[in-house]
């Protein structure tokens, strides 16, 4: 059996259901009191717990062969965040520490493309060093930290493995990731304001399938990038119009407007109590270098993405069937 926390998250229920189409038994460890819509009628052994309650993840692994470690905060919030980091990072070391206490076969660790080193001008690959003192954000560095907690028990001889995925889109998006919120209004025509920018995007349902892969064939202590194709927003926005045949309003922010914007944002989203969606961190990511490269995981792992043509095409179907 697997045990796979963060199953009710995008990429987590994805994996749920590839892994239950394989026939593997699966169990989700789901905190007290959490949405199980992502996942519900799924044929899961739902287990209650936090990664931050070592007693009850030590309870979670019984039986258990391999881990799926998932569970995590992401924030685009600028300044420190205590619980961005204790969950991240703290939640790995006690999923870490029960794992080779129990004796578990495998554990594929989620970290992220943003817990890589920043570079211009050059290809973003497996070579680049995790940093832990990047400048952008908490949940960049607890990323990175978290990862470099894995990397340090393979190397004493605990069989782990990272997967790096970029950005995420696609069906399943129960909970409405913020590239999957822009995809849902623009598929229901509603007005769109949009910054010039692009980043590398990548199906769900392939991060799953890489995840399976690096299960199956990663090598311990390494690293794998997930990475899809690079497209501006504008595209992803033109692609929802061809797709539905709606016409919508778009109005393309300045870029230096959006960015003195950005700095009254965050305080904004605090007092609304809003998922934040537009803030300088956002904006960092959208002109940032996004020449990311996925050469090692479709070497090693036969990992081979599908078109973002289609990822947003079953995506904006998904939303309009969910309706």
């Not at 699966?26 to 936090?50: K, M, T």
């Not at 007693?55 to 799926?68: A, C, L, T, W």
């Not at 990175?144 to 997967?163: K, P, Q, S």
């Not at 889109?169 to 590239?179: A, T």
Request: hydrophobic share 40%; aromatic share 10%; net charge neutral.
């Amino acid at each position: 059996m697997w045990l796979v926390t963060g199953a009710t998250g995008h990429v987590g229920n994805v994996l749920v259901r590839k892994l239950l189409e394989r026939g593997e038994k699966v169990r989700a460890l789901l905190l007290p009191g959490e949405s199980r819509e992502s996942i519900q009628g799924l044929n899961v052994d739902a287990f209650e717990g936090d990664v931050l309650n070592l007693d009850s993840v030590f309870e979670s692994m019984q039986g258990i062969k391999g881990i799926f470690h998932l569970a995590g905060v992401i924030s685009i919030m600028p300044g420190p965040n205590p619980f961005v980091h204790n969950v991240n990072v703290s939640g790995t070391k006690n999923i870490l520490k029960a794992a080779m206490k129990k004796g578990v076969d495998k554990l594929i660790y989620t970290s992220s493309i943003h817990a890589i080193q920043r570079v211009e001008n050059s290809m973003i690959d497996e070579t680049l060093p995790y940093d832990m003192d990047n400048p952008y954000g908490a949940y960049d560095r607890s990323k990175a930290e978290a990862t470099l907690e894995v990397l340090n028990a393979a190397r004493v001889g605990f069989d782990a493995v990272v997967v790096c995925p970029t950005g995420v889109i696609g069906p399943y998006d129960f909970r409405g990731s913020m590239m999957g919120a822009v995809i849902h209004d623009a598929a229901a025509a509603k007005p769109t304001l949009y910054v010039d920018g692009a980043y590398d995007f990548v199906d769900v349902r392939d991060v799953a399938d890489g995840l399976i892969a690096a299960a199956e064939n990663g090598e311990r202590g390494e690293s794998y990038i997930l990475s899809g194709q690079k497209i501006t927003v504008r595209y992803m926005l033109e692609t929802v119009r061809e797709i539905t045949g709606k016409n919508f309003f778009q109005m393309k922010i300045p870029f230096d407007l959006a960015k003195f914007a950005a700095l009254f944002t965050p305080l904004y989203y605090q007092l609304a109590k809003a998922t934040p969606r537009f803030t300088p961190y956002s904006l960092e990511v959208l002109q940032s270098n996004s020449n990311i490269s996925h050469a090692k995981a479709t070497k090693e792992l036969g990992y081979s993405p599908r078109s973002l043509y289609e990822s947003i095409k079953d995506t904006v179907k998904w939303f309009l069937e969910k309706k």
